[in-house]
Structures are given as structure tokens and as C-alpha cells.
């Protein structure tokens, strides 16, 4: 493999930190499950608009390829390779009442991590027999979950178009076909092994084997963004009891995507902010400042609608899950008080 072709207005951390100098040092090696450098930047390669550009096939390539991913991982989450990852899951420790309780701006919060089954490849090295088995562990696991968690799996394979398109439509349910997933070989096999967990009321969702092996969910309308940790660390420790993650004490839960490491979780909140909006600057001021992302509201890579934001924590390692959750809360405190003011 030659050095990839990457345009000069590229402006992915994958450009910024893919030297020739790294390239070489790096372009013959690959993991135990034959992960190689080309595989781990093809996405970005292929996707000039990318953020990032990267993917791990498993936890060893953020060893193998640490030239990358270790400015990757500093510049995005700011944590160095001497850091070390904790973890705080007690709802007592969160301080947020529902900054919003007349549901004049907030009008919806989701909160979710990533979680990869231990001593398994991640997506972009699975094989299918390795995702089948997975789905097979992780649907055994959710079986035993109860009370408000308790609920159904639905494989993609055999859904209808209209229930998989009204799943996503009501943001319940992954896209199909994201060309960056693409780029790194995680759509492969395409819908086998892949499906959705849900509660009747769809406040507590699991994803199976997208960009990570789970993707548990809690989300539900208004903004009482305690009550949605609450639900979530509620079912993060059943789900643990049954299936052992990736973990390691220095990048915390092993995701795929770099940006996911350590607590793997984006606290959202849907978020009218129509008169902001028409100052972006400003906006970017306040989002800047509590270190927020912000998304249309069809997910990653979409744009608003009706001046109705994705607002998220874009940290998610070297700081605990209560301080994710309390980033996307004071910023948003900070936004509401902001769009009042105008
Ligand atoms: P992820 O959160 O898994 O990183 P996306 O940005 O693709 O990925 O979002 C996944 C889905 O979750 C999308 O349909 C998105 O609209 C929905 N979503 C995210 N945040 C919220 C929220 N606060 N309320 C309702 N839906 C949300
Ligand atoms: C990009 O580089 O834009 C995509 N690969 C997505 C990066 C961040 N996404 C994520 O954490 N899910």
C-alpha cells in the first residue's frame, strides 16, 4: 500500500496526524486478528468530509497503530497516553433537575454508550459467524432483563421496510447504508445478525452489532435527563451481570470509533433553539465552552430542522459517565438562558 491520496482541504484528524513518517512506521503492521493500517483509515480515505476517519477491528489496534490513534485520541478527548479512565455511574452524583420542566425548548433526551463483547474482534474484523454469535449472546442476556426493561428482539433480517423506516424515522432505530461504517467493512453481511431490543414503551432500546456489538439506549420526551440516567445505569449493571465488555484501565470500554473510547456514552438532548441558531457564532460560543456537539436531528452527519438541535457531550474519556451527563447538562442550562435572552 502506497501513501493514501489525501486532498489539502481534508480536514479529518486522520489527515492532520497521518504523516508519511507514521504511514511508514505503520503500513506493514496488523493485530492477531489481521487488522491492518489500511483497513483502520479507509473510511476517512474514502470519506474526504469525515471528522475523524479512523476505526479499530479490535482493542490490540489502538496499541498496533498507536501513532495514530494516540494524537487521534488526545486532540479529540484531550486525555494523553499517561491518563487513566474512571468510571462513575451513581445517578446521586448528577446534578440536574429538568432545566426545562414547562417543555418550552427540550424535546427529547437520549442517553447511550457504546459496549463491545469481551475477547471477541470489534465490528470491523468480525467474522459472521463470530457477529452471529454476538447477537446469539447478547439476546440471551437482554431475555433475563425485567420490570420496566423488560422487552422484545427484532432482527433486522425479516423486518419490513415500512417498520424499519418508521423506527429510524421516530429515531428509535440505526440508518441502513452509512457510507463511513461502510468504508471499514462494518456493514458486511448486511442485515444478518443485526436487530433492535426495545421496551413497550420504547424508553429503553438495545442496539445489536452496528458500529458497536451494543448500543444501549435510554431516551424519552421532555428533559428530565436524571430519570434517563437513572433508567440507563439501571440496565448497564443487568446487562453487565450477564455479558462481560471490553474494558481496559486506561481507554476504559473498547469501542470502535476512537471518539467512543472510555465511558462510550452521548448524553443528548433534541433542543429548540430557534433565534441562537440565526447566530451560529454565538452558538458555537456557548457549545465551545461546554465542550458540546452539535447534530442535526437525524443523527450524525444530518442537519437541523425547525431550528430543533442533537446537543451531546463530545467528551467521552478521561472523564466519568457523571461528568459526560453533567457537560451536556450545564450547556444546556447555559443555551436556554441564552435563546431567553433574545
Ligand atoms: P449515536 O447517538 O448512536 O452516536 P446518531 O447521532 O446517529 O448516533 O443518533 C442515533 C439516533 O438517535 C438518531 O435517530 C437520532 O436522531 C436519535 N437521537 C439522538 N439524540 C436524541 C434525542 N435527544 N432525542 C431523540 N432522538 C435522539
Ligand atoms: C467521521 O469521521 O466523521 C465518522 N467516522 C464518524 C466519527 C465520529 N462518530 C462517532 O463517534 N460515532
Known amino acids: ?77 484531550g486525555f494523553d497516553t499517561s491518563d487513566t479512565h474512571q468510571s462513575n455511574l451513581n445517578p446521586d452524583d448528577l446534578n440536574a433537575p429538568n432545566p426545562d420542566p414547562k417543555g418550552e425548548y427540550i424535546v427529547s433526551t437520549r442517553i447511550r454508550v457504546g459496549r463491545n463483547v469481551d475477547a471477541m474482534p470489534l465490528g470491523p474484523a468480525i467474522s459472521k459467524e463470530q457477529r452471529d454469535e454476538v447477537e446469539a449472546r447478547v439476546v440471551e442476556g437482554l431475555s433475563t432483563l425485567k420490570g420496566e426493561l423488560a422487552g422484545s428482539y427484532t432482527p433486522l433480517l425479516g423486518m419490513s421496510k415500512e417498520v424499519q423506516e418508521s423506527l429510524i424515522k421516530d429515531h428509535f432505530l440505526f440508518k441502513e ?36 456489538q451494543l448500543r444501549i439506549i435510554s431516551m424519552q420526551q421532555g428533559g428530565d435527563i436524571k430519570e434517563v440516567f437513572t433508567r440507563l445505569v439501571t440496565a448497564i449493571k443487568s446487562i453487565e451481570s450477564e455479558v462481560t465488555f471490553a474494558y481496559n484501565d486506561h481507554l476504559g470500554y473498547i469501542t470502535s470509533c476512537p471518539t467512543n473510547l472510555g465511558t462510550a456514552m452521548r448524553a443528548s438532548v433534541h433542543i429548540a433553539l430557534p433565534k441562537l441558531a440565526k447566530d451560529m457564532d454565538a452558538f458555537k460560543t456557548i457549545t465551545d465552552k461546554y465542550h458540546l456537539q452539535i447534530r442535526g436531528i437525524h443523527g450524525e452527519h444530518s442537519q437541523s430542522e425547525g431550528g430543533v438541535y442533537d446537543i451531546s457531550n463530545r467528551r467521552r474519556l478521561g472523564i466519568t459517565e457523571v461528568e459526560a451527563v453533567q457537560d451536556m447538562y450545564d450547556g444546556v442550562v447555559a443555551l436556554i438562558e441564552a435563546e431567553k435572552a433574545l
Open 177 to 212: 447504508g452509512d457510507r463511513f461504517l461502510d468504508a471499514v467493512g462494518l456493514n458486511r453481511n448486511w442485515p444478518e445478525g443485526r436487530g433492535i431490543y426495545h421496551n413497550s414503551d420504547k424508553t429503553f432500546l438495545v442496539w445489536v452489532n452496528e458500529e458497536d
Open 1 to 77: 500500500m502506497n501513501y493514501p491520496k489525501l486532498p489539502k482541504e481534508c480536514t479529518s484528524l486522520l489527515c492532520k496526524y497521518l504523516t508519511p513518517q507514521v504511514f511508514d512506521a505503520l503500513k506493514d503492521k496488523k493485530t492477531s486478528n489481521g487488522f491492518t493500517l489500511e483497513q483502520t483509515i479507509n473510511s476517512g480515505v474514502k470519506n474526504i468530509d469525515s471528522g475523524i476517519g479512523v476505526y479499530a477491528g479490535d482493542e490490540e489496534s489502538y496499541m498496533t497503530f498507536s501513532a495514530l490513534f494516540d494524537p487521534i485520541i488526545k486532540e479529540y478527548h
